[in-house]
């Protein structure tokens, strides 16, 4: 080996000699640190942090943190880097020449003899070097590690992490960040959280749990929080965005939060670190669809009549008709008005489609072509159109010249777009006692139609004292007027288009139009009270309202026909005979109005408002016609009830029709009559007298019971007075309905043949008859109760199909005569609506069922101390 080898070899010796020199001087002075940290890492790891309070885990941590912190200072004051005589020290141990240190010396002679020497010296130093060998430093170690930990603890570490797997992560990171908050009581902090979705979307509230992952919520859900902590904890939403609240104390000491999600969100609660966190994801909510199933036309009465259908995810909450002028006004070309669709149902179906008639004569585009287009909203304020498609809008027509005058001039008015163009104004009024005479003016600042249509009123009205007969219209005109000249303002002018619209009315059709103006408006104000659930004060009064609007408009009607078409006194009787003996008896809508009023009492709004529409129709179709012969009235009805020129057949099928109908009218005053006594009895039983109400309404039926007993007896009817037990009352119904039985087909025996009645279903109604009179006779009025029900269904049903047969009779024999088949109420004898399946009126003794439930309801309701029975019975009165 020659010596710059030699060299290189001591070099690396050296060093790796230092390394193992280092690490023995590291061991002495870290082996406390070191076995304390393995042991922190072994214990986190085999989870024995996890098994701590952690209020303890807290606790802890910092003791560790300092210990820890105290063995590291300890082992750096301990530690001494080896010197480099130890490290020459430890190679030429080895060897008796010391070869590392003897390369340092210097001959003292450097004459040639000697240099040979000292040549012939280094090199067996050098070669020496390469036999020397890194020391292994065994008896160090042993005096240090007797018990080899230094191999003994990591190998242990490492097995644990392997048997902790994908955990061993999570536990020393929890070992190492404990909930500190948990040393000021923050571990025992119990967060209540709930999600409340917006009230179109009908779901549920969500009660969030701790874990929950990627709760599904409406976009637009309200998330509350609530906890009971020292001080305010803060509430983080990381969305688009990152926002930050503060919860707000309550009167109860409590702190709450609410926010609203709008987009993912991921929500966390903080207070001496995180306490809770939920991850959202929200559910879209799409746009409504809808679509015309129709086209619009033209309808009765002017009206505009479509067919659509719509649909949305949540549900539909409105529905308009949006119209647009075809050809736009230059000052407004994107002007739009919208006109609301009434629902055929209560608002918020997820699917929805019928036929709306609107009456769009009023509008101030009437008789205009236009684009129309429907309109659907959710809860939600979104919007969806169907196709545009072009239409006429119809117009009243006015045949009066002066209601076409004032017409006229309305529709001037309200189709000027233009606003007025601004007053001058006279800053020196103040202070010189100056008059502005410019701002008096104001019709010369109105846009052009204004000024038309005053210009067309102060023609239409000069000198209208002479001309006018009805002072009222005059005076309402010349108010007209006045109003625009003195309106400042567009708004302001429009103020005069229900006077002119109201003048118009009445100079064409006099005091009906009035009368069903109000009817109309006293039927939308009660319907959008049970649309919008009201309360009952409110629903009451607005179905007295409607019932006097209703009086008030048969007689309007009333009156204009004998006014318009009946001359003598004869005329005149025999009119009011057919007006109030047709289809449509005083007490059939008596019965029908106070049907509606006990289902708005009872909370049945979907059923009030269907019965509400359909008598609001029936009046809206009556038309009172004078008699002429078989084309008016009732064909030939006389005074004794008998009609002369009818068919045999016809004649026969008519007198059983009004021994059935006042067979049925006995019968369901038997079944109210029945279900009062039961009602006495129970109470008796449960000794508690009477209320005032039953008492009352005992009283009422009482009262009406002598009524139509005396009516009957006066008019030679069956069933006649109504005295004896309920048992003989129910037992003379029978007898009534086996006589009508026994009279059979038109021949007068049965089984002759032709359009009788039917045998079968009046021995179904008779059983049912016989089989109440027994339970009757019992004492057990709950199931004669039943059984009179039954029966009284099956007469009502079998009436409903002779009426089909007479009406068919009657069309046919009207149809060959070629007459007009209609009846004194102006409608068709034949088709919907004729028949009374439009109109079920609920009989009392359901009507009163209704009311027990709902009575029972709101009591249990007051006395219910659990907060989600409450919570219940308040959705069920909602709902009912």
């Given amino acids: 080996m020659d010596q710059g080898e030699g060299l290189n070899t001591l070099g690396k010796k050296l060093a790796a000699t230092r390394r193992r020199l280092t690490l023995l001087a590291l061991g002495r002075a870290w082996w406390p640190a070191f076995v304390f940290v393995a042991a922190f890492l072994a214990i986190a790891l085999a989870g024995g942090f996890d098994r701590l309070s952690s209020f303890l885990a807290a606790a802890i941590l910092p003791v560790l943190i300092l210990a820890g912190i105290g063995l590291c200072w300890i082992s750096w004051r301990r530690y001494r880097r080896p010197a480099e005589a130890e490290v020459i020290r430890a190679l030429d141990g080895q060897s008796e ?46 005096a ?64 969030l749990q701790a874990g929950m992952k990627d709760v599904r919520v409406p976009v637009g859900s309200e998330i509350t929080l609530r906890t009971q902590a020292p001080s305010a904890p803060k509430l983080i ?14 009167p109860e000491g409590a702190f709450e939060a609410r926010a609203r999600i709008e987009g993912d969100t991921r929500l966390t609660v903080n207070w001496w670190g995180e306490r809770a966190r939920w991850n959202f994801v929200v559910l879209p909510d799409e746009v409504p669809l809808i679509a015309f199933d129709s086209p619009p036309a033209p309808g009765q009465r ?11 995810d949540y549900g539909v909450t409105a529905v308009e008709l949006a119209i647009r002028l075809r050809v736009p006004h230059p000052a407004a070309p994107e002007a739009e008005d919208r006109v609301p669709v009434p629902l055929p149902g209560a608002p918020g179906a997820r699917e929805l489609s019928a036929t709306a008639q609107l009456d769009l004569t009023r509008h101030r585009w009437a008789g205009l072509p236009v684009d129309v287009r429907l309109v659907a909203r959710d809860g939600a304020g979104q919007e969806g ?14 045949l009066d010249p002066l209601a076409q005058a004032a017409q006229e001039a309305r529709v001037t008015v309200l189709r000027e777009p233009r606003p007025y163009a601004e007053l001058p104004k006279n800053d020196q009024a103040i202070s010189d006692g100056a008059i502005n005479t410019a701002a008096t003016g104001r019709l010369d600042a109105a846009p052009e139609g204004v000024r038309q249509a005053a210009l067309m009123l102060d023609s239409v009205t000069y000198r209208g004292e002479m001309f006018i007969n009805d002072l009222g219209a005059f005076m309402g005109l010349r108010m007209a007027l006045a109003t625009l000249q003195t309106a400042g303002t567009k708004a302001e002018a429009d103020a005069v288009e229900p006077l002119l619209w109201a003048i ?12 069903r103006a109000r009817l109309e408006a006293a039927r939308a104000a009660l319907e959008r009270a049970l649309r919008e659930g009201a309360s009952e004060e409110e629903i009451r009064r607005l179905m007295e309202a409607f019932r006097d609007a209703a009086n008030e408009y048969l007689a309007a009607k009333m009156a204009e026909a004998m006014a318009g078409g009946l001359d003598g006194p004869e005329q005149q009787q025999d009119g009011q005979a057919q007006a109030g003996g047709g289809s449509l008896g005083g007490q059939d809508f008596e019965d029908m109005l106070n049907a509606l009023q006990d289902l708005t009492e009872t909370g049945a709004a979907d ?34 009830g008998q009609d002369s020129d009818l068919p045999p057949e016809e004649q026969e099928m008519t007198d059983a029709m009004r021994r059935l109908s006042e067979i049925l009218r006995e019968q369901r005053q038997l079944n109210d009559d029945t279900l009062a006594q039961q009602r006495g009895e129970q109470s008796g039983q449960t000794g508690n007298q009477p209320s005032g109400m039953e008492g009352q309404e005992t009283g009422e039926g009482q009262q009406s019971g002598e009524q139509g007993e005396g009516e009957r007896q006066g008019n030679g009817e069956p069933g006649s007075g109504r005295g004896g037990t309920l048992a003989e009352r129910q037992a003379e119904l029978g007898r009534l309905v086996e006589e009508l039985a026994r009279r059979g087909g038109p021949g007068g025996e049965p089984g002759e043949g032709g359009a009788g009645v039917n045998e079968e279903a009046l021995r179904a109604i008779l059983e049912a008859q016989r089989r109440a009179e027994r339970a009757l006779q019992g004492g057990n009025e709950g199931r004669a109760i039943m059984d009179q029900e039954r029966a009284t269904q099956m007469l009502s049903e079998l009436s409903r199909e002779m009426a089909n047969q007479i009406d068919q009779m009657r069309a046919n024999r009207l149809g060959e005569q070629g007459q007009s088949s209609n009846d004194p109420l102006g409608r068709p004898l034949t088709g919907a609506g004729n028949d009374g399946q439009g109109v079920e009126i609920p009989s009392e003794s359901e009507r009163q069922r209704a009311k027990d439930i709902l009575d029972e309801l709101r009591r249990r309701y007051g006395e219910a101390e659990d907060e989600e029975e409450r919570e219940y019975l308040r959705r069920l009165l909602e709902r009912f």
């Fill in 385 to 398: 159109f169907s196709e545009s498609l072009p239409f006429i809008l119809p117009e009243k027509l006015f």
């Fill in 237 to 250: 939403l990381r969305g688009d965005k990152r926002k930050t609240l503060r919860f707000a104390q309550t």
């Fill in 97 to 142: 020449l010391r070869p590392v240190s003897s390369l340092t010396d210097r001959p003292a002679d450097a004459s040639a003899g000697p240099a040979s020497l000292w040549r012939a010296h280094r090199a067996r130093l050098v070669a020496e070097i390469g036999n020397l060998r890194l020391p292994r430093l065994t008896a160090e170690w042993a």
């Fill in 302 to 312: 002017d009206q505009v009549e479509f067919k659509w259908k719509a649909g949305d």
């Fill in 607 to 640: 059923q009030a408002r269907q019965l509400l529409s359909d008598i609001t129709n029936l009046l809206e179709n009556l038309e009172f016609q004078r008699g002429q012969g078989e084309g008016g009235g009732m064909p030939g009805q006389q005074a004794d």
């Fill in 504 to 515: 118009a009315l009445k100079l064409e059709h006099g005091s009906v139009a009035d009368a």
């Fill in 144 to 207: 240090l590690d007797p018990y080899r930990l230094r191999y003994i603890v990591p190998v242990a570490v490492i097995a644990l992490a392997l048997v902790a797997g994908p955990a061993a992560p999570g536990r020393i990171s929890r070992a190492l960040s404990p909930d500190l908050g948990a040393l000021a009581g923050a571990d025992k902090m119990v967060v209540e959280a709930w999600v409340t979705p917006p009230e179109h979307t009908g779901r549920a509230p969500i009660f």
